[in-house]
Every structure is written in C-alpha cells, then in structure tokens.
C-alpha cells in the first residue's frame, strides 16, 4: 500500500492516478489532516506494508527503521513528486514492496541514499545504477 502525505500537492496526486500508481493520502481515505509524526508511525504499524511518501526531512532517520514498512523521504520540489515516485518504483533495487520493506530511503536529483534495518552503514545508488 503506497501512502502519500499531505503535504504532496493534487496536480501530483493526479499524474501518479494518470499513471495507474495506487495510493492513499493522509487525510484523504487515511488517517487524518495534521498528523504529527509520530502519529504517523503509529498510522504506518497499523497498516499492511506501506510505502510512505513525503517531502518532511523528519521522516529521513535511521532510528525509523522498521520491518513493517518503508519511509521515502523526497527531497524534491513540490511538483516534482510523482515523477519521483515513479523513478523510484522502476529502480531495480526498490520495483518491489518485499525490497523495499524495512528502509528509509532519501530521493534526490543525483539519486538514492538509504538505510537498511540491521545495516551499519548508509547506502547509495545513483539513478543510472
């Protein structure tokens, strides 16, 4: 289950829908409007798999790390976001939730820097590894 929050903008959520990528927003179908982060996390455990997406730097923390579900935090423009998600979701490393599972992952221009449950180290692949 892929969860946007809030703060992503409609005219994404509406290219992501163009582009048949299911998900739900938080306080559109899911949660509330103003969750704070920790309810967040709290949303995410009750939740089957999720893949949350959102542009809060917060959310970018390897204290967060859960085999539950996995964190994206998209350090892009506004209206950069569902050309990013979906970037994502054809990296070979991160095209499926089982991979995906248990990281908390920063999307960038320059590509991917994330953190694995277990995992001392921080990892990184550009967008053409």
């Known amino acids: 289950m892929n969860i946007l929050d809030e703060n992503v903008i409609e005219n994404q959520c509406q290219l992501?829908?163009?582009?048949?990528?299911?998900?739900?927003?938080?306080?559109?179908?899911?949660?509330?409007?103003?969750?704070?982060d920790k309810e967040v996390i709290s949303l995410l455990?009750?939740?089957?798999?999720?893949t949350f997406f959102t542009r809060d730097d917060d959310f970018y923390n390897r204290n967060l790390c859960h085999a539950?579900?996995?964190?994206?935090?998209?350090?892009?423009?506004?209206?950069e976001v569902a050309v990013f998600v979906r970037r994502l979701f054809h990296h070979k490393e991160f095209d499926t939730i089982d991979k995906r599972l248990g990281t908390i992952i920063r999307v960038t221009h320059s590509g991917i820097t994330f953190w694995r449950l277990h995992e001392e180290k921080q990892f990184r692949f550009s967008w053409t590894d």
């Open 16 to 36: 992501l829908r163009s582009w048949r990528i299911k998900f739900r927003q938080i306080g559109y179908g899911v949660g509330h409007q103003g969750l704070k």
């Open 68 to 79: 539950g579900y996995c964190l994206v935090y998209l350090a892009v423009k506004k209206d």
């Open 45 to 50: 455990h009750s939740l089957h798999r999720p």
